[in-house]
């Protein structure tokens, strides 16, 4: 089973940004996906997670801008990142609950993606 974080870049404050985190293998299932950001010399935190029925939390510090969501036909998930600011400089990953055949539920992590917000 792997995550494949995409979707990072470098804009411009007030800019836009999408990523996306595509789960592929042998997956039964998958409970709640979130998406985590660390900055330079400071510890990876929870931005968003969504579970597997749609309820969504957020960090204070993106409420209103970021919007997570999933496609579970597609076993993808997506954070939206709309005024953005610098601030919000950091390598962004998703983790994910998968069940595995013959390995039952397990936590995966994504391979990170660079989000640079310039001023």
């Known amino acids: 089973v792997q995550l494949q974080a995409s979707g990072g870049g470098l804009v411009q404050a007030g800019g836009s940004l999408r990523l996306s985190c595509a789960a592929s293998?042998?997956?039964?299932?998958?409970?709640?996906v979130g998406w985590y950001r660390q900055a330079p010399g400071k510890q990876r935190d929870l931005v968003a997670s969504i579970t597997r029925g749609g309820t969504t939390n957020y960090a204070d510090s993106v409420k209103g801008r970021f919007t997570i969501s999933r496609d579970n036909a597609k076993n993808t998930g997506y954070l939206q990142m709309n005024s953005l600011k610098p601030e919000d400089t950091a390598v962004y990953y998703c983790?994910?609950?998968?069940?595995?055949?013959?390995?039952?539920?397990?936590?995966?992590w994504g391979q990170g993606t660079l989000v640079t917000v310039s001023s």
């Open positions: 293998g042998s997956i039964f299932g998958i409970n709640a």
């Open positions: 983790n994910a609950e998968i069940y595995v055949r013959n390995m039952g539920w397990k936590g995966y």
